[in-house]
């Protein structure tokens, strides 16, 4: 079961118009490590009412330790309105504040991030000061510190992107994001480019852009390597970047080449595309399906 993979931040209900999906950029990413039988667990905070109860349920059903998921008496659980596009561009209004705003430091927290291979972080979980203290304290014990940029507006400050990038190890974002990044330092609009400037500036390991479905491009000690992305019928793209980050650290582990560890990512997010909610049950298996009737096209 090893290594072991801590995930920091947000767990929330999905609330789309016809149904109530677990989500949670953090969790999402636990979640699909654990379908890769990854020692992978979520540091996060609940309301003690009926959505934290089944919020606790959902994390058990999918293998995840629940006893670093904190349940407080003064905010319930978080929610999200979840609104997706004709072109399937999804938009989310994230209501504050919630038990994740207030996720409290804690000695058994620290020990574990301590003991773990990978910590994994986002910005969202920054909003709100509590969280955002707890998250700086646990970031100065963590080993390797993989930060997955997610900006979600109206949630977050260039100079708190900046301190989360500061800390990072590996960086993982979308175009999107990039182009936003790119514009605070005037970088030309080439990827490549944009992509080496941002690296060297805050000295990253890793930095991964995903193209939504176009692929994504890794950029590592061993240069570019792009993969290109899988065609697929949409049903909708939520936790569709964050199966991304599951599947690419999975295979990061696993020690395989930045090509095999782009095309399983590549892969395990178009899947999780063509499902409904964040977090649809997958294995190893299924996503090398995906790979293998795809070469066969
Ligand atoms: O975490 C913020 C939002 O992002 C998602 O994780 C998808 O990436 C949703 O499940 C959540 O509402």
């Given at each position: 079961m090893y290594p072991l993979i801590t995930c920091f931040g947000e767990v929330l209900w999905d609330v789309l118009p016809t149904s109530r999906q677990a989500g949670g950029a953090p969790m999402n990413v636990a979640a699909d490590l654990r379908n890769f039988g990854v020692n992978a667990q979520i540091i996060s905070r609940v309301g003690d009412d009926e959505l934290g109860v089944e919020m606790v349920q959902f994390l058990a059903s999918k293998?995840?330790?629940?006893?670093l998921v904190q349940i407080g008496r003064t905010h319930l659980t978080g929610v999200a309105k979840a609104n997706i596009s004709d072109a399937n561009e999804v938009t989310y209004k994230i209501v504050q504040?919630?038990?994740?705003?207030?996720i409290q430091p804690d000695p058994q927290l620290t020990e574990t991030v301590r003991q773990s291979d990978l910590f994994v972080y986002g910005?969202?979980?920054?909003?709100?000061p509590m969280t955002r203290d707890t998250l700086l304290d646990l970031l100065q014990v963590a080993r390797r510190k993989v930060f997955d940029v997610n900006l979600r507006a109206p949630h977050y400050e260039r100079t708190l992107i900046e301190e989360l990038l500061h800390q990072a190890d590996i960086a993982k974002l979308n175009e999107h994001e990039l182009i936003e990044l790119s514009e605070w330092y005037g970088y030309e609009p080439n990827l490549h480019r944009a992509m080496e400037q941002l690296r060297d500036r805050y000295q990253l390991d890793m930095l991964c852009v995903t193209l939504g479905e176009a692929g994504a491009v890794l950029l590592d000690s061993s240069g570019f390597t792009t993969q290109s992305g899988f065609e697929i019928d949409v049903e909708?793209?939520?936790?569709s970047g964050d199966a991304f980050l599951a599947a690419f650290l999975y295979k990061m582990t696993q020690q395989e080449s930045p090509s095999q560890i782009l095309e399983f990512a590549c892969a395990t997010g178009a899947y999780v595309a063509t499902q409904?909610?964040?977090?649809p049950a997958f294995t190893e298996e299924t996503i090398s399906s995906v790979i293998l009737n795809t070469a066969d096209e």
């Amino acid at each position: 079961m090893y290594p072991l993979i801590t995930c920091f931040g947000e767990v929330l209900w999905d609330v789309l118009p016809t149904s109530r999906q677990a989500g949670g950029a953090p969790m999402n990413v636990a979640a699909d490590l654990r379908n890769f039988g990854v020692n992978a667990q979520i540091i996060s905070r609940v309301g003690d009412d009926e959505l934290g109860v089944e919020m606790v349920q959902f994390l058990a059903s999918k293998g995840l330790p629940t006893n670093l998921v904190q349940i407080g008496r003064t905010h319930l659980t978080g929610v999200a309105k979840a609104n997706i596009s004709d072109a399937n561009e999804v938009t989310y209004k994230i209501v504050q504040p919630v038990a994740w705003d207030y996720i409290q430091p804690d000695p058994q927290l620290t020990e574990t991030v301590r003991q773990s291979d990978l910590f994994v972080y986002g910005s969202l979980a920054a909003r709100s000061p509590m969280t955002r203290d707890t998250l700086l304290d646990l970031l100065q014990v963590a080993r390797r510190k993989v930060f997955d940029v997610n900006l979600r507006a109206p949630h977050y400050e260039r100079t708190l992107i900046e301190e989360l990038l500061h800390q990072a190890d590996i960086a993982k974002l979308n175009e999107h994001e990039l182009i936003e990044l790119s514009e605070w330092y005037g970088y030309e609009p080439n990827l490549h480019r944009a992509m080496e400037q941002l690296r060297d500036r805050y000295q990253l390991d890793m930095l991964c852009v995903t193209l939504g479905e176009a692929g994504a491009v890794l950029l590592d000690s061993s240069g570019f390597t792009t993969q290109s992305g899988f065609e697929i019928d949409v049903e909708d793209t939520i936790g569709s970047g964050d199966a991304f980050l599951a599947a690419f650290l999975y295979k990061m582990t696993q020690q395989e080449s930045p090509s095999q560890i782009l095309e399983f990512a590549c892969a395990t997010g178009a899947y999780v595309a063509t499902q409904r909610g964040a977090t649809p049950a997958f294995t190893e298996e299924t996503i090398s399906s995906v790979i293998l009737n795809t070469a066969d096209e």
